[in-house]
T-cell receptor
Framework: GAGVSQSPSNKVTEKGKDVELRCDPI?????LYWYRQSLGQGLEFLIYFQGNSAPDKSGLPSDRFSAERTGGSVSTLTIQRTQQEDSAVYLC?????????????FGPGTRLTVT | RKEVEQDPGPFNVPEGATVAFNCTYS??????FFWYRQDCRKEPKLLMSVYSSGNEDGRFTAQLNRASQYISLLIRDSKLSDSATYLC????????????FGSGTRLSIRP
């Protein structure tokens, strides 16, 4: 079946512009995560959506970052007034439900380059 | 202290060797533990979940030590194709809590 998809796969933007990154999770998955990964680094947690609960935004690095998940499915991560340090791969993952078997399935990521 | 810590490596071992990694976590209430594999410029993929009693999948063995708050991954008879970065992941506590990843351990298998 279809996995997690993300778009665009690559995005080059000028410093100061806003960008929107999209994630389509696996159908029926209630949990959705956004992570950021800089070159050679680990995964940095950004935000977590679980069903209808309020999202856990504790990982968002600044108020320039926001995310929403509409209808419990598609999610959009928005970065306003991009800075060069925002350059990274942004990964989205979904899981069926949290709990002991909460395997996450990752999308291929969006590689963001801020010039 | 980081919530989930791993030795970044790199571990450089010959083909056929046995190699082990540890991953420590800070939250004693954590309930779910995983090992992911990430190839260069690819997304992470689940290698195995880690169960309380320990579990094995072919050449891979995962163990959990709750008392010392770490999980381990053992790879026996390593293959060239095992070269990758291995990420551990731990949930924060309650069953509905977010998953936190370690920064990964790089493994390189040489012929």
């Amino acid at each position: 079946g279809a996995g997690v998809s993300q778009s665009p796969s690559n995005k080059v933007t000028e410093k100061g512009k806003d960008v929107e990154l999209r994630c389509d999770p696996i159908s029926g998955h209630t949990a959705l995560y956004w992570y950021r990964q800089s070159l050679g680094q680990g995964l940095e947690f950004l935000i977590y959506f679980q069903g209808n609960s309020a999202p856990d935004k504790s990982g968002l690095p600044s108020d320039r970052f926001s995310a929403e998940r509409t209808g419990g499915s598609v999610s959009t991560l928005t970065i306003q007034r991009t800075q060069q340090e925002d350059s990274a791969v942004y990964l989205c993952a979904s899981s069926l439900r949290p709990g002991q078997e909460d395997e996450q399935y990752f999308g291929p990521g969006t590689r963001l380059t801020v010039t | 202290r980081k919530e989930v810590e791993q030795d970044p490596g790199p571990f450089n071992v010959p083909e056929g060797a046995t190699v082990a990694f540890n991953c420590t976590y800070s939250n004693s209430a954590s309930q779910s533990f995983f090992w992911y594999r990430q190839d260069c410029r690819k997304e992470p993929k689940l290698l195995m979940s880690v169960y309380s009693s320990g579990n094995e999948d072919g050449r891979f063995t995962a163990q959990l030590n709750r008392a010392s708050q770490y999980i381990s991954l053992l790879i026996r008879d390593s293959k060239l194709s095992d070269s990758a970065t291995y990420l551990c992941a731990v949930n924060k506590g309650s069953s509905a809590s977010k998953i936190i990843f370690g920064s990964g351990t790089r493994l390189s298998i040489r012929p």
